[in-house]
């Protein structure tokens, strides 16, 4: 009886490490549909890759590009934001986490909540926002993702993330030019692919079907959330 409890509870965490994986590879595309919309459609910043908005910030003051500056700032801004109440709402990492914390699913219905509240302005603007409501549209975005960043960061999987991924392209050369088989590497390069194919999506449907951004966003979160919830009420809270 005692083998087959660990071995079920091994099964368990396998299923939830392999429920989490396709979760980041659904974040990651919300994450490049997102970042593509706020360049294309929402003032031509980023909405998670601060590094680039810190960059346009400082171009847009050395210009007197009021809109660039502003709008970069506003980013920079809700994504700090965001990023701080991810981590009061998802927690930290700790040593006795089930593989997905429950904690995780709270934020990321949040970040769900956000998306449709955008969403519902978006839409209401006939897929064109300006103006004010332009930079407050781009804001909610940037929170939503700084949300999605402090919520992976709870799985506590070193090199794990869906919004920076500079560090993800790096891991995944190194790992190549030090020699690791493909397979080591095979999730870092889906995380990758997805952040392509969603950045390539938002932008397809902002030139051909503008109302289908939003939902891009949404089905993408609501996949993830749906899978963290399964997660957690088919395999439970227990530890690592």
Same mark, same amino acid.
């Given at each position: 009886?005692?083998?087959?409890?660990?071995?079920?509870?091994?099964?368990?965490? $396998?299923?939830?490490?392999?429920?989490?994986?396709?979760?980041?590879?659904?974040?990651?595309?919300?994450?490049?549909?997102?970042?593509?919309?706020?360049?294309?459609?929402?003032?031509?910043?980023?909405?998670?890759?601060?590094?680039?908005?810190?960059?346009?910030?400082?171009?847009?003051?050395?210009?007197?590009?009021?809109?660039?500056?502003?709008?970069?700032?506003?980013?920079?801004?809700?994504?700090?934001?965001?990023?701080?109440?991810?981590?009061?709402?998802?927690?930290?990492?700790?040593?006795?986490?089930?593989?997905?914390? $429950?904690?995780?699913?709270?934020?990321?219905?949040?970040?769900? $909540?956000?998306?449709?509240?955008?969403?519902?302005?978006?839409?209401?603007?006939?897929?064109?926002?300006?103006?004010?409501?332009?930079?407050?549209?781009?804001?909610?975005?940037?929170?939503?993702?700084?949300?999605?960043?402090?919520?992976?960061?709870?799985?506590?999987?070193?090199?794990?993330?869906?919004?920076?991924?500079?560090?993800?392209?790096?891991?995944?050369?190194?790992?190549?030019?030090?020699?690791?088989?493909? =397979?080591?590497?095979?999730?870092?390069?889906?995380?990758?692919?997805?952040?392509?194919?969603?950045?390539?999506?938002?932008?397809?449907?902002?030139?051909?079907?503008?109302?289908?951004?939003?939902?891009?966003?949404?089905?993408?979160?609501?996949?993830?959330?749906?899978?963290?919830?399964?997660?957690?009420? =088919?395999?439970?809270?227990?530890?690592?």
């Amino acid at each position: 009886m005692a083998t087959e409890q660990i071995e079920t509870a091994a099964d368990g965490r $396998v299923n939830a490490g392999r429920a989490r994986d396709r979760a980041a590879v659904a974040l990651a595309f919300v994450s490049g549909a997102t970042d593509a919309t706020g360049l294309l459609a929402l003032g031509g910043t980023f909405t998670s890759v601060m590094t680039g908005n810190l960059v346009l910030f400082g171009s847009g003051l050395a210009q007197s590009d009021r809109d660039l500056y502003l709008h970069a700032a506003a980013a920079i801004a809700a994504f700090v934001i965001g990023a701080a109440v991810g981590t009061r709402v998802a927690g930290t990492s700790t040593s006795t986490d089930p593989v997905w914390p $429950v904690a995780v699913n709270r934020a990321l219905l949040v970040e769900f $909540v956000v998306f449709a509240v955008y969403a519902g302005f978006y839409w209401g603007t006939g897929n064109h926002p300006v103006g004010t409501l332009m930079a407050v549209l781009l804001a909610l975005n940037a929170f939503a993702l700084g949300m999605q960043s402090s919520a992976i960061q709870r799985f506590g999987v070193s090199g794990l993330s869906t919004t920076y991924m500079t560090g993800t392209l790096t891991t995944l050369v190194i790992r190549l030019a030090s020699g690791k088989p493909l =397979r080591d590497v095979a999730h870092s390069g889906t995380l990758l692919i997805s952040l392509v194919v969603g950045a390539a999506a938002a932008a397809a449907a902002l030139r051909w079907a503008e109302g289908l951004v939003p939902a891009i966003q949404l089905l993408g979160v609501g996949f993830a959330l749906g899978l963290g919830m399964w997660s957690t009420r =088919r395999h439970g809270q227990a530890p690592r």
